[in-house]
Each structure stands twice: as structure tokens, then as C-alpha cells.
């Protein structure tokens, strides 16, 4: 692919990715994907085939960045869960996009290889500290990852009564819980 091919497909997934996260996949609109990307919707379905390609790219894009940003030490899972809650906060379209995902495609059929590939590697990777002794093992290593994942992204998935509640948290002290439940979390019993 060339350098302006390259470039267009870039800036095509930076404005998908914002309409996505604003929108979900069903309220995105190709139109404006394109206009944003000063590029037109025949490009949108060149490089992705289409609206749910293009999904599926960015969605894939942002996790291999997470990923490559975040790896997993299942050692060290409460720093492993305040360096993810750091991304989140650096990247809050995360969790956005990560939202309308499992509203808009739970129960399709469609799983991404990015994710079950990533979901797969950390299993093992707390299997196998388990195995070590490193873990407790009151929880399978699929229902501590879940969970060690869930209480990183805590902040953006609870409702705006609460979240007007907890107003006066800073970004230090929600960091601070994330890291201290993880902790509580694999803490032997």
C-alpha cells in the first residue's frame, strides 16, 4: 500500500473512531466517517468492506494499542489494573467503544480474533501464576481476569447518580481504589 493509501486509511479509522465511540455502530454514519477523514465513503468500503468492517478494524486497532501499551504481569495485577485504569483515562474513548461493542454486538455470533486471541494469552497467563502459587485460586483464572478487568474500567460503567456521588473523586484517588481492590482481590485468603 502506498504512502497516501496508508494515510487515508489512517485517517478514515481516527474518524471512525471518534464517531464510533460518540455513536455506536448503528448511529455512526459513513457520511460523516468520511467527511471527518476528508476522504469519501467509496474508500470506506475499499479498505473495510463495510460500516461493520470498519468497526471491527478500529476496534481491533484500539486493542492490539492497549495491548501493545498495557501488557499483562500476572504477578503484579493491582499495577496491571492501575496501569489499564491509566489508559482508560489517557484513551476514554476505550471504553466507550468497548460499551457499544458488547450492547451492539452481544449475542451476533461475531467475535473478534484480536480479543479472543488477548483474552486467551492473559488466561493462560493467570493460569499459569496460579499454578505457581502466585494467585489464589478461589476464582477460575477467566473469573479474576474479568473481574481484574472490570474494577479497571469501574469508572466509566456505573450510572450518573452514583457517578454524581463520587464527583469530587480525583483521577489520583480512582486509580488509588482500582489498585487497592485488585489487591484486596488477590490477596490470600
Known amino acids: 500500500m502506498n504512502r497516501d493509501a496508508e494515510a487515508t486509511r489512517r485517517r478514515l479509522l481516527r474518524a471512525a473512531t471518534e464517531e464510533f465511540a460518540a ?24 479498505y473495510f468492506g463495510s460500516k461493520d468492517g470498519l468497526f471491527d478494524a478500529v476496534f481491533d486497532l484500539m486493542c492490539r494499542e ?3 501499551a498495557v501488557p499483562i504481569d500476572p504477578a503484579k495485577l493491582p499495577e496491571y489494573a492501575g496501569r489499564l485504569f491509566d489508559s482508560y483515562q489517557a484513551r476514554p474513548w476505550v471504553q466507550r467503544l468497548a460499551a457499544w461493542y458488547r450492547l451492539e454486538r ?8 484480536i480479543v479472543l ?33 472490570h ?12 457517578d454524581a456521588r463520587l464527583a469530587d473523586d480525583t483521577a489520583d484517588r480512582r486509580r488509588q481504589v482500582v489498585v487497592e481492590a485488585v489487591a484486596a482481590l488477590v490477596a490470600s485468603p
Not at 23 to 46: F, P, T
Not at 126 to 143: D, K
Open 106 to 113: 452481544a449475542g451476533s455470533g461475531t467475535l473478534l480474533p
Open 66 to 68: 492497549t495491548l501493545d
Open 117 to 149: 486471541e488477548s483474552n486467551a494469552a492473559k488466561i493462560d497467563a493467570v493460569a499459569a501464576a496460579q499454578r505457581q502459587g502466585l494467585l489464589p485460586t478461589r476464582f477460575t483464572a477467566p473469573e479474576l481476569l474479568g473481574l481484574v478487568l
Open 23 to 46: 455513536y455506536g455502530i448503528a448511529g455512526a454514519r459513513v457520511d460523516r466517517i468520511a467527511a471527518a477523514a476528508a476522504s469519501n465513503k467509496a474508500q470506506i468500503y475499499h
Open 151 to 162: 474494577l479497571s474500567g469501574f469508572w466509566s460503567s456505573h450510572t450518573p447518580e452514583l
